[in-house]
């Protein structure tokens, strides 16, 4: 099995910023895919940005221009920086990543437990 353990959550003034990571471990044989979902309060759940092994992006609209996505493959860790973060932006920030436990076995999503993003004065 594979494990993600998210870090990085916490409370922040509007304006500031923060930066997510998110590590996956265990009997790892590749990782495509990885990224980052949230879901506020009241609100549904939406993509805020994925990143693929070769490092092509994507953004949700909400956040384009101001979080940004990265990874180093190596440590099959991706982060997310988040600048001028708004009231909207409080969030449990949930992140993923497809991966093959071995050879044989088909590619599988996994997700960690969530970190709480605050954005408050």
């Known amino acids: 099995q594979a494990q993600l353990l998210e870090s990085g959550g916490g409370s922040v003034q509007p304006g500031g910023s923060l930066q997510l990571s998110c590590a996956a471990s265990?009997?790892?044989?590749?990782?495509?895919?990885m990224g980052w979902y949230r879901q506020g309060p009241g609100k549904s759940r939406e993509m805020v940005a994925g990143i693929s092994s070769g490092g092509r992006t994507k953004y949700g609209d909400s956040v384009s221009g101001r979080f940004s996505i990265s990874r180093v493959n190596a440590k099959n860790t991706v982060y997310l920086t988040m600048n001028n973060l708004m009231f909207e932006d409080t969030a449990l920030y949930s992140c993923?990543?497809?991966?093959?436990?071995?050879?044989?076995?088909?590619?599988?999503?996994?997700w960690g437990q969530g970190t709480q993003v605050t954005v408050s004065s």
């Open positions: 265990g009997n790892i044989f590749s990782v495509n895919d």
């Open positions: 993923y990543a497809t991966l093959k436990l071995d050879a044989e076995t088909p590619m599988y999503t996994f």
